[in-house]
Structures are given as structure tokens and as C-alpha cells.
């Protein structure tokens, strides 16, 4: 077992039964001309995730752990979108309409995928989902339970949508989680701050948050 510093206390879990989760880091979030920029938001909030994320991915990678992505999109006809999903954004920036990226939030356009600083490695699954959680309507329950993992730490956008939809469903579905802090961000500064002290409080009742600099350190300690 590995323990890391975190709130709201230490975080223990086993390498062997632990995955990678990083959530929706497309091109449609975390660059200009996408999704992200049509709600309004500035997609440097955003951006900061990126270069932390790339360092605990090295590490993560180097120690032979498994490392799971999602992205979130639709269907080309995009029958599998609501319409309350599809009334949100600009007019003439809603999901389905071209954007500088491409069709927005559409799979197999550009903008829907995986921004190139982490491109998903050989043989690293990447999770579709029309939703914001990344069980809901994917496959990810099975592969993790092919993957026999007990634990999971969480990375990706945003913090308050689609990380805390996948932690909280996570949490039901009885996985530990570690949510790192410097690797999920939010277009809301305030809502990163609240977004994570909502999972730490109560002791936990989400699960823990630390920073990736102390999963890499506990990562090294152990090899």
C-alpha cells in the first residue's frame, strides 16, 4: 500500500488495483474556438491542468499503472443529446454546429479530441460519453472491473460538472477516490475552491484530495 498526504486525511491504496481517471481533456474545453469559449468562459483556467497533468502521466506511465481517458461528445446525427443539452451555448455555437475546431462536441472532429500535450499512449482506453459522467451510458464500470481496480485518481475538466459527476458516481458504485487539485480545474475560480472542499468534507464523503506532486513522490518512494 501507498499513502499520501491529502484531506481530508491520508489516502491509502494499493498500485496493483488503482487507474489513472482523466477526465475530458479535449480541444472543444481547453482551447479557443471550442465549446468552452462559446459558453464565454476563458479557457486559460483551464490550461493551467495541463502541464502538471503531463508530469504525473509520465510518472504514472513509468511506474506501469493504468491510465484511463474520457471525452465527452456525441453522435454525428446527435441522437444520443438531449435537447436541454443541445439549447446550451451561443446560437451559432451549439453542440453540432461548426466551430473553428470543427463540428462542437461531435466525435471524430477535431475539437472533440484529447488535447496533444496527453495524447493517450498505445494501448490506453479511451472512454466516449454523451453525458457528464463517465459511467453513465459508457463501459467504464466493465473495464474497471476487468482492470480489478478498487481505486481511482481522478484528473481532468471541470472540476464541478463532469469530475464531480464521476467522483460522486464513483463513490456509489463503492471506488475510492483521490482527486488531485493542481490536475482538475474549473472556468469558475471559486467554484475549484468549493468544488473540491465539497468532496474532502465530512471525512471525506466523496473522497480525498491531495496535490499530484505527492502522488509522484509516493510513487518514487515505492519503486
Known amino acids: 500500500m501507498i499513502a499520501v498526504e491529502a484531506r ?24 479557443p474556438g471550442g465549446f468552452g469559449e462559446a459558453l464565454g468562459n476563458d479557457v486559460g483556467q483551464l490550461r493551467r491542468t495541463i502541464a502538471p497533468l503531463a508530469a504525473l502521466l509520465a510518472g504514472w506511465r ?42 462542437i462536441l461531435v466525435r471524430g472532429e477535431y475539437g472533440h479530441d484529447i488535447v496533444d500535450e496527453l495524447a493517450p499512449a498505445p494501448g490506453e482506453p479511451v472512454v466516449d460519453k454523451p453525458g457528464k459522467g463517465a459511467f453513465y451510458a459508457t463501459d467504464l464500470g466493465t473495464l474497471l472491473e ?30 475510492e477516490c483521490l482527486v488531485l487539485a ?14 473540491l472542499d465539497m468532496i474532502a468534507a465530512q471525512g471525506g464523503i466523496f473522497g480525498w484530495v491531495a496535490d499530484s506532486t505527492d502522488v509522484l513522490r509516493a510513487l518514487q518512494e515505492e519503486s
Do not use: W
Open 8 to 31: 481530508p486525511g491520508p489516502f491509502a491504496f494499493d498500485p496493483a488495483s488503482t487507474a489513472l481517471l482523466v477526465i475530458d481533456m479535449q480541444r472543444d474545453f481547453l482551447e
Open 62 to 103: 513509468a511506474a506501469g499503472l493504468p491510465v484511463i481517458h474520457t471525452r465527452e461528445g456525441h453522435l454525428p446525427d446527435l441522437s444520443d443529446c438531449p435537447p436541454a443539452k443541445l439549447a446550451r451555448g451561443a446560437p451559432s455555437m451549439r453542440i453540432g454546429d461548426e466551430g473553428p475546431l470543427g463540428r
Open 146 to 175: 476487468e482492470l480489478k481496480v478498487a481505486s481511482l485518481v481522478v484528473t481532468g475538466v471541470t472540476t464541478e460538472v463532469c469530475v464531480h459527476t464521476t467522483v460522486r458516481e464513483a463513490n456509489d458504485r463503492g471506488y
Open 182 to 195: 493542481d490536475c482538475v480545474g474549473s472556468y469558475f475560480p471559486e467554484f475549484q475552491r468549493v468544488g
